[in-house]
């Protein structure tokens, strides 16, 4: 009986998988406008080819859950959450748009999460709030200094429907994990390939990434994580500062 679950998430992981990979290809050509919503379900499975790139993540992802998590709806809604960040991850960087489709899945989710923890609802909706507020915000102030767009509105929404999945908590530590990354990756990209100032660069992933992390780390853990390292950066400054002053 202990096998069935991991069972279980290994049929998911490979329905899903396939469906990915298919909309992967998909999605872009309808959220361009280049072709309608009739000619894209008209041509959804005829066009359909296996594809064991995402089937294989999944398998790993999916039983991961069972194994660090165990076998509760938590598990299961993130298996539909994981569907829609893998959807952002790769139509962002390869189109840099995120489909309001995923925005519409991570909901859902959220919503049956949201019923499930009534007693919190106050931070499920502060957290769609502040998660889209934090890159709403960040982009009107891109927008008055560099005059130009810093974030899409894909990524407030994306954050916002994160927000209300994951409540206040959970969002503030996708924003660190996200910006962490994105600035790591940013500095690697400046150096090893000189792209220039202008050139746009993707922020779904990171935020993807910032939330399959919290899923298997949780929030508390994260915090307690950068509070150390915030203390570990301050002690270092300050000692910086006190042997200059000495000198």
């Given at each position: 009986?202990?096998y069935?679950?991991?069972?279980?998430?290994s049929?998911?992981?490979?329905i899903?998988?396939?469906?990915?990979g298919?909309?992967?290809k998909?999605?872009?050509p309808?959220?361009?406008?280049k072709?309608t919503y009739?000619?894209?379900y008209k041509?959804?499975f005829?066009?359909f080819k296996?594809d064991?790139k995402y089937?294989i993540?999944?398998?790993?992802?999916?039983?991961s859950f069972?194994?660090?998590?165990g076998?509760?709806?938590t598990?299961?809604?993130?298996?539909?959450?994981i569907?829609?960040?893998?959807i952002v991850f790769?139509v962002?960087i390869?189109?840099?748009?995120?489909?309001d489709e995923?925005?519409i899945?991570i909901?859902?989710?959220?919503?049956?999460n949201?019923?499930?923890?009534?007693?919190?609802?106050?931070s499920?909706?502060?957290?769609a709030?502040?998660g889209g507020?934090i890159?709403?915000?960040?982009?009107?102030?891109t927008?008055?200094?560099?005059?130009?767009?810093?974030m899409?509105?894909?990524?407030?929404?994306l954050?916002?429907?994160l927000?209300?999945m994951?409540?206040?908590k959970?969002?503030?530590v996708i924003?660190?994990i996200?910006?962490?990354i994105g600035?790591?990756?940013?500095?690697?990209?400046?150096?090893i390939k000189r792209?220039?100032d202008?050139?746009?660069?993707?922020?779904?992933p990171?935020?993807?990434?910032?939330?399959?992390i919290?899923?298997?780390?949780?929030?508390?853990?994260?915090i307690e994580l950068?509070?150390?390292?915030c203390?570990f950066i301050?002690n270092?400054?300050?000692?910086?500062?006190?042997?200059?002053?000495k000198?």
């Amino acid at each position: 009986m202990q096998y069935i679950p991991y069972i279980v998430m290994s049929i998911l992981a490979i329905i899903f998988g396939q469906l990915v990979g298919q909309l992967n290809k998909k999605l872009p050509p309808v959220v361009c406008e280049k072709i309608t919503y009739k000619e894209y379900y008209k041509t959804f499975f005829t066009d359909f080819k296996i594809d064991f790139k995402y089937t294989i993540i999944f398998l790993i992802l999916y039983n991961s859950f069972i194994y660090f998590l165990g076998n509760n709806v938590t598990s299961y809604l993130y298996t539909i959450i994981i569907v829609a960040l893998t959807i952002v991850f790769y139509v962002d960087i390869k189109y840099q748009l995120i489909p309001d489709e995923t925005h519409i899945i991570i909901l859902l989710a959220g919503l049956i999460n949201f019923i499930l923890n009534i007693n919190n609802w106050w931070s499920y909706l502060l957290g769609a709030f502040v998660g889209g507020a934090i890159f709403w915000l960040l982009n009107l102030l891109t927008l008055a200094i560099l005059k130009k767009e810093g974030m899409g509105f894909g990524d407030v929404k994306l954050m916002a429907s994160l927000g209300f999945m994951f409540g206040i908590k959970g969002i503030i530590v996708i924003a660190l994990i996200a910006f962490f990354i994105g600035a790591i990756v940013g500095v690697f990209i400046l150096i090893i390939k000189r792209k220039e100032d202008s050139a746009y660069m993707p922020f779904g992933p990171f935020i993807a990434l910032g939330a399959i992390i919290l899923m298997f780390t949780g929030a508390q853990y994260i915090i307690e994580l950068y509070i150390i390292f915030c203390s570990f950066i301050g002690n270092k400054i300050t000692d910086l500062i006190f042997l200059i002053m000495k000198k």
